[in-house]
């Protein structure tokens, strides 16, 4: 027989010794329901955008085999066969040139919107339930992963209020580009890493800032290190996600930190040494993994060395910023002629929120990140018109013309057609499709069953 040791009778009473028996406090479902309670607003934030998320995407649910998105079903039967190619990476059968398109050249899949990293993370799903599941599940969860991760960006990192952050996580989540982007563009709507990159920056930065570190006089070479690891990770991920976010993410982060470095020069001088380090240590460590497949993109079998799609068409228009979507409840179907397609409604903010946004920048102008933050916003904005610009001047507007017919040589480049501003006209080629640059062979015999070639027009 065992009993418990005896208690001292000059022991203080939480020195005593605790009768055996099980712990309710210390079991891992008290653990979980403790840190449910304190998170709780935090949860119901993730639990709000997933419905939302699941309520946009409904229409896929009760058939995802048997339903398209019907605005632009193209580009979904193609994101499903990525997906279903990606996920053969899981049997052994992955090569980033694929004969099973375009055959017999075959497809550079680090030249295209493949998804590379959704497919291989999906690929169970995939293989069990098909690549159509594999799509709608991803249709949803990026729409509500990229809510929740600017919501903690801000709730946590930032230190906003949480109504705030709630708010702008549901813009940066569901506001009219990412809604419009949702119809069959996993590469653009799957911004979830986005948050996470600035957050590893904002970390860098802190970390390499004497006056924010414990020692107040070095900077913090540990979290300037475990930061850098983070960050190349994140950004090596992201590259097989998609490109084109990765991209404007970093030139509007570029343009924010030189930005607030001319307003803050203290914080340059004694931080900009590691930080510096910080970003090339990064840099050095996700080169070393995307080193091989960045050249087999660009100079590998069936590569492009400049870029799949014309500037001069996918741009915007200056009038599509105080325009609201079509796909808004308010927005109007004639605003459609202002771009592209009804998946490139990236611009289309409305007036609403343009004035919002103007009253929130009067009212907070003073601060560094606001005055960054609007910098990046009118630079970013400018670039979005394209390469060409025009300005209302008197006279006929031109003739619409097809994007892939024979004469597409010759492409509205500003002013699109159908705007209450005549067209400007400049040289572009033409390009089929956003996600497969497929255009018709120039030397094939009239009637040829000979496939489209994956190069320029």
Do not use: K
């Not at 979904?76 to 004969?99: K, M």
């Not at 914080?267 to 910080?278: D, E, K, N, Y």
């Not at 014309?310 to 202002?338: E, K």
């Not at 619409?400 to 500003?414: E, F, I, V």
């Amino acid at each position: 027989m065992t009993s418990a040791a005896p208690t001292a009778p000059d022991a203080a009473p939480d020195e005593a010794v605790p009768p055996a028996g099980p712990s309710v406090t210390g079991s891992r479902s008290a653990r979980f329901l403790v840190l449910a309670v304190r998170h709780r607003a935090d949860l119901g934030a993730g639990l709000l955008f997933l419905v939302l998320a699941g309520w946009l995407t409904h229409g896929l649910w009760p058939d995802p085999s048997g339903r398209m998105l019907a605005l632009n079903p193209e580009d979904q039967t193609l994101y499903e066969w990525f997906l279903a190619v990606d996920a053969r990476a899981l049997l052994g059968d992955f090569h980033l040139l694929t004969d099973r398109l375009n055959a017999p050249d075959g497809v550079n899949l680090m030249a295209n919107t493949t998804v590379i990293a959704l497919g291989v993370l999906f690929a169970p799903v995939t293989l069990l339930l098909g690549a159509p599941v594999t799509f709608a599940v991803l249709a949803a969860a990026n729409l509500a992963g990229t809510a929740v991760a600017w919501y903690l960006l801000f709730a946590r990192t930032l230190g906003t209020r949480r109504v705030a952050a709630l708010v702008g996580a549901g813009l940066c989540g569901f506001g009219p580009g990412m809604v419009s982007q949702s119809n069959s563009h996993l590469h653009m709507t799957a911004q979830w890493l986005v948050p996470v990159i600035v957050w590893l920056v904002v970390r860098l930065l802190r970390a390499a800032d004497p006056a924010r570190t414990s020692a107040d006089t070095v900077p913090d070479r540990r979290r300037i290190v475990t930061s850098a690891l983070g960050l190349a990770a994140a950004v090596t991920v992201q590259v097989f996600i998609g490109e084109e976010v990765l991209f404007l993410s970093a030139v509007t982060l570029l343009v924010m930190a030189v930005t607030y470095a001319v307003l803050d020069r203290e914080l340059v001088r004694r931080a900009l040494p590691g930080f510096a380090g910080g970003l090339m240590l990064a840099a050095g460590l996700a080169l070393l993994v995307l080193g091989y497949p960045l050249w087999f993109q660009f100079a590998g079998a069936q590569g492009v060395a400049d870029g799949m799609f014309s500037p001069h068409y996918f741009s915007a228009d200056l009038s599509s910023w105080w325009t609201i979507s079509p796909l808004s409840v308010v927005g109007s179907d004639s605003s459609a002629r202002l771009t592209t397609g009804p998946a490139e409604y990236n611009t289309f903010l409305g007036w609403p929120l343009l004035l919002v946004t103007a009253a929130c920048t009067l009212w907070l102008g003073r601060r560094p990140l606001v005055i960054a933050c609007l910098v990046a916003a009118l630079l970013m904005g400018a670039l979005s018109l394209g390469p060409t610009w025009c300005w209302p001047v008197a006279g006929p507007p031109c003739r619409a013309r097809s994007p892939c017919s024979p004469d597409c040589r010759w492409w509205t480049a500003r002013c699109r057609c159908g705007s209450r501003w005549p067209c400007c006209r400049s040289p572009a080629p033409c390009w089929r499709s956003r996600s497969t640059r497929r255009c018709a062979a120039p030397d094939g015999p009239a009637g040829s069953s000979r496939r489209p070639s994956p190069r320029r027009c």
